[in-house]
């Protein structure tokens, strides 16, 4: 059953705008991310229609790609019920399966830009304030039917494994001669938006549902010396030999949990994942935020593992506070906003791979309640709670410059 999330009400005399979100991922994916919560919190004063991704990274012939393209297919035809986990959908809003060609190139352009448009047919017509707030730069023109152009960039999307870098790097040009704002989740990032030249750019790390956490934490007697990675499993993001160092340093000391979807998006995992499992390591599967959050309460430490290449150097991991409002410490590679992160925050600490072994069993040692407290207070203020207000506010502006 879908529940509904309630609107903020709003004056009479301040029309109501239709937002289309234009998403990287599906409604249903199993993770929550940036664009989920975002639509989410704009959908508390706006009419909301979130786009699910266009497919930037071209499919292969392999069964996870042939499945995730029949489910699109149906769904663009009106059945979402394949998935009986469906996530929450706000109240007036609508999510939007296109059916385009996951291509983007010359030849498919005027075909995507037809289907795209059709799509988002409702959107277009509206006689109310329309914005664009997307999180992909292949819009297809749809920037120039909006009265405010929002580009929401979350990770350096072209130094993906499978994405299509040229037409990434094509449309960031278009709509940074468009756009009068981009928000960037990360100073990679923000950099990077500088150099393709968007005028204006707000940096907003990634922040967490830091409430959920903080709710099921549990005092340092039910703690045990767990150590927990949630996210994708995947070989383009996290540093296998890291993990795998880690599992063994555990061994007779405590437990390796992994949360989260084999993600096949940078190759498959599973190989990988018997190495970790013959090494002690327990995967939990995929886990509602819930779920995850009753997980992390009881353990000591969460860990940010990832391999440091040109796509992980723009990452902003929100899942650094997530494991605070549980209450962990964190350990990560040197990921440069977790760096930034650590400069602040003495609950966050980050290790080399010749040394990140040896921190992590320094951290599984128990810790007192005002410790545990500590941590979650250092959290308090990333939540989406106070984010929701600020990217409210952001439409609200955005609008205004245009009229």
Known sequence: MVTALPQQARPDDVPVPDVLVLGTAEWDSPIATNQHYVTRELARTANVTFVESLGLRRPKLRRDD????????????????????????????????PLVLPVHRAPTRPINRAL?????????????????????????GLEDSADAVIYHCVDLLATFPGVDGVAVGRGERSLASRTAVAIATSKAVQEH?????????????????????????????????????????????LDLRLL????????????????????????????????????????LGVLTPAQLAEVAGTCAVGLIPYAINDYTRGVSPLKCFEYLSSGLAVLSTGLPAVVELARA?????????????????????????????????????????????????????????GR
Request: hydrophobic residues 45%; charged residues 25%.
């Open 116 to 140: 795209l448009r059709r799509a988002t047919s409702d959107w277009l017509a509206s006689p109310r304030p329309r914005v664009l707030w997307t999180f992909t730069p292949v819009t297809y």
């Open 345 to 401: 925050n003495p609950h966050v600490t980050v290790a080399g791979v010749d040394d990140f072994a040896a921190r992590l069993l320094e951290l599984i040692v128990p810790v007192t309640d005002t410790v545990l407290t500590d941590r979650m207070t250092s959290a308090a203020e990333h939540g989406w709670q106070g984010r929701g207000a600020v990217l409210r506010t952001l439409l609200e502006s955005e609008l205004a410059r």
């Open 66 to 97: 042939v499945l995730r393209m029949a489910a699109r297919a149906r769904r663009a035809f009106g059945d979402r019920h394949e998935n009986s986990a469906h996530r929450p959908r706000p109240a007036g809003s609508r999510i939007v399966s």
């Open 244 to 283: 795998e160092s880690v599992a063994a340093a555990l061994r007779g000391r405590g437990e390796l949990l992994l949360a989260g979807p084999l993600a096949a998006g940078g190759g498959s995992f599973d190989t990988q994942l018997r190495r970790l499992e013959e090494l002690g390591a327990r995967h």
């Open 193 to 237: 938006l500088a150099a393709a030249g968007f005028p204006r750019i707000e940096l907003l790390p990634n922040v967490a549902d830091v409430s959920v956490f903080t709710a099921a934490s549990r005092p340092p007697s039910q703690r045990r010396p767990a150590v927990l990675f949630s996210g994708n499993l995947t070989v383009h993001k």
